[in-house]
Every structure is written in structure tokens, then in C-alpha cells.
């Protein structure tokens, strides 16, 4: 599995986070991937197809989740995650390491992504994040 392109088209509700989550999990084991990598792949997912199917789409279930996947040189993965959403300014995202924001219930996903992935890029709109992963 040197290459390989992946295409996942979810609904807008909660359930398609345990299907990411299942689609990671056999992704895992058989590119036999690191736990280092793996924890950070998997939150990576999580908070970008959760902020797909909350904020991007709004839990509309006329709306889907797309998440592409490309192997490159069975040393790399991008993943793609995008929504039917209007988007959002991802530049103008508060700090959530500011003292007035870490008491805050949400606000970290995008920062957490940033952290976590090789890469992480948005498209222009905001309703597209590509998230690369080297392992």
C-alpha cells in the first residue's frame, strides 16, 4: 500500500465521528503507524470532522462531511476535510492560551490541529482543512 486515495462522504450528525474514528483504526494497523502518530491523527480527525458536522454544516442533514485520504510513498498522509459550510475566518481565531480564554468550553480545535499535524492548511473559503501526518 505504497499509494492509495481514500473517500469517505459522511452525514451531518455525531455518528460519523465513531466512522472516522473506525476508519482510522484499520488505517492504523495496516500501515502499522506509531501510537505517537496515531494520537495525534485521531484527534487531529476528530476535531475537524466534529467542527465540519457542528459549525461547517450546522448538523443539517441535507449537508455532508467529505474526507479524502492520500498515501503518499508509504511515509505520508493528507487528509482532507471539508464541509458544505459557509466557512469561517481561520486568521481571526482567539488565542486559546490567552488568560481571558482558557476557561473557555471551545475555541481550541483549530489550534490543537495546528499543534498536532506535520501541516495543517485551510483553503481560502474555511470550509476545508488539509491536515498532513509523516509517520
Do not use: W
Not at 47 to 72: D, S
Request: net charge negative; hydrophobic share 40%.
Amino acid at each position: 500500500m505504497d499509494k492509495g486515495l481514500y473517500s469517505l462522504q459522511l452525514p451531518s450528525n455525531e455518528n460519523s465521528i465513531a466512522v472516522v474514528e473506525n476508519f482510522v483504526d484499520d488505517l492504523v494497523a495496516t500501515l502499522n503507524i506509531g501510537d505517537d502518530v496515531y494520537a495525534n491523527l485521531m484527534t487531529c480527525l476528530n476535531e475537524a470532522v466534529t467542527n465540519a458536522i457542528f459549525h461547517g454544516n450546522k448538523q443539517n442533514p441535507n449537508k455532508l462531511v467529505y474526507l479524502n485520504l492520500e498515501i503518499i510513498n508509504n511515509k505520508r498522509l493528507v487528509f482532507t476535510v471539508a464541509d458544505q459550510g459557509e466557512g469561517f475566518n481561520f486568521n481571526n481565531l482567539p488565542d486559546p492560551t490567552a488568560p481571558e480564554n482558557l476557561e473557555n468550553l471551545s475555541g481550541r480545535g483549530v489550534f490543537i490541529m495546528k499543534q498536532l499535524a506535520d501541516q495543517c492548511i485551510f483553503n481560502t473559503k474555511g470550509n476545508e482543512v488539509e491536515l498532513h501526518f509523516k509517520f
